[in-house]
Nanobody, 117 residues
Framework: QVQLVESGGGLVQAGGSLRLSCAASGSIFSMDVMGWYRQAPGKQRELVAD???????NYADSVKGRFTIFRDNAKNTVYLQMNSVKFEDTAVYYC???????????WGQGTQVTVSS
């Protein structure tokens, strides 16, 4: 069982930066993929970025060049560095840990990010 706790959300002005953290209670090294998702009001949850155990990253087109995902296995923490934020980045951001075999899928409780224009 892995518990995920997000932090670092808050209010930020457009063009500013924010760093989200996802602290895991267990080892994230065994997880195949760690990811950040977001859900804006009235919209479906969408993938923002993810990172494999091997370090391969993947980003939504809307955040490429602005956001960076990275992990610190020693600290069991995954981060999302958000730069040049836009109003449309406003959402609740969720951390996810996924393992294919055996199947595990864990979610954090979410952290609110609000970008003021």
């Amino acid at each position: 069982q892995v518990q995920l706790v997000e932090s670092g959300g808050g209010l930020v002005q457009a063009g500013g930066s924010l760093r989200l953290s996802c602290a895991a209670s267990g080892s994230i090294f065994s997880m195949d993929v760690m990811g950040w998702y977001r859900q804006a009001p009235g919209k479906q949850r969408e993938l923002v970025a993810d990172i494999t155990r091997g370090g391969t990253t993947n980003y939504a087109d809307s955040v490429k060049g602005r956001f960076t995902i990275f992990r610190d296995n020693a600290k069991n923490t995954v981060y999302l560095q958000m730069n040049s934020v836009k109003f449309e980045d406003t959402a609740v951001y969720y951390c996810n840990a996924h393992k294919y075999v055996p199947y595990y899928d864990y979610w954090g409780q979410g952290t609110q990010v609000t970008v003021s224009s």
